[in-house]
T-cell receptor, first 111, second 115 residues
């Protein structure tokens, strides 16, 4: 089966850097995604990793270690609008392709 | 960019009735559509995966006779919640995949309230 874990909540200060971790166990790993979701809205795509290493995209970076089943999302220069839930998702291809979401991390950015 | 439209955005229904939610890919063909439900302050829980023209694959613990999924065309999938009960009240959201590439595209979501 699949198991994808994230911290439930995090708090950080405007302008700071925050790292949100994600650990996963899945039988047919085929990529890891990070999404941002504001309450009551659809998730929006942030990043994708399929190979080990760091992917940088503006203020957001995502890291993957497949051997450790571990990823993190790094948010720099935090802004108030970054207050949202951040969802780690794994694409699993052990049967049909499917996207399994982690428990989600609610980030609160304080002034 | 790819657009997925989900309808209705909000629906209130009486306990015991059925409600249908539609998910349409507007500018691409969706080989696969995924249906999720999300309770407040929780993450997305995959309910089922539907491929055009075949039966949906349900996740463990999801009742296929209660949550009917139809994917009759490459641009439309529907989720019907049958004999709805208050505990079915949730945010239901679909996403679509073209079958190539990595990205899935989400609909806007549907809030279901069963009274």
């Amino acid at each position: 089966g699949q198991n994808i874990d994230q911290p439930t909540e995090m708090t950080a200060t405007e302008g700071a850097i925050v790292q949100i971790n994600c650990t996963y166990q899945t039988s047919g790993f085929n990529g890891l995604f990070w999404y941002q979701q504001h309450a009551g809205e659809a998730p929006t795509f942030l990043s994708y990793n399929v190979l080990d290493g760091l992917e940088e995209k503006g203020r957001f970076s995502s890291f993957l270690s497949r051997s450790k089943g571990y990823s993190y999302l790094l948010l720099k220069e935090l802004q108030m609008k970054d207050s949202a839930s951040y969802l780690c998702a794994v694409r699993d291809r052990s049967g049909t392709y499917k996207y399994i979401f982690g428990t989600g991390t609610r980030l609160k950015v304080l002034a | 960019g790819a657009v997925v439209s989900q309808h209705p955005s909000w629906v209130i229904c009486k306990s015991g009735t059925s409600v249908k939610i539609e998910c349409r890919s507007l500018d691409f063909q969706a080989t696969t559509m995924f249906w999720y439900r999300q309770f407040p302050k929780q993450s997305l829980m995959l309910m089922a995966t539907s491929n055009e023209g075949s039966k949906a694959t349900y996740e463990q613990g999801v009742e296929k006779d209660k949550f009917l999924i139809n994917h009759a065309s490459l641009t439309l999938s529907t989720l019907t919640v049958t004999s709805a009960h208050p505990e079915d009240s949730s945010f239901y959201i679909c996403s679509a995949w073209t079958g190539a590439g990595n990205t899935i595209y989400f609909g806007e979501g549907s809030w279901l309230t069963v009274v």
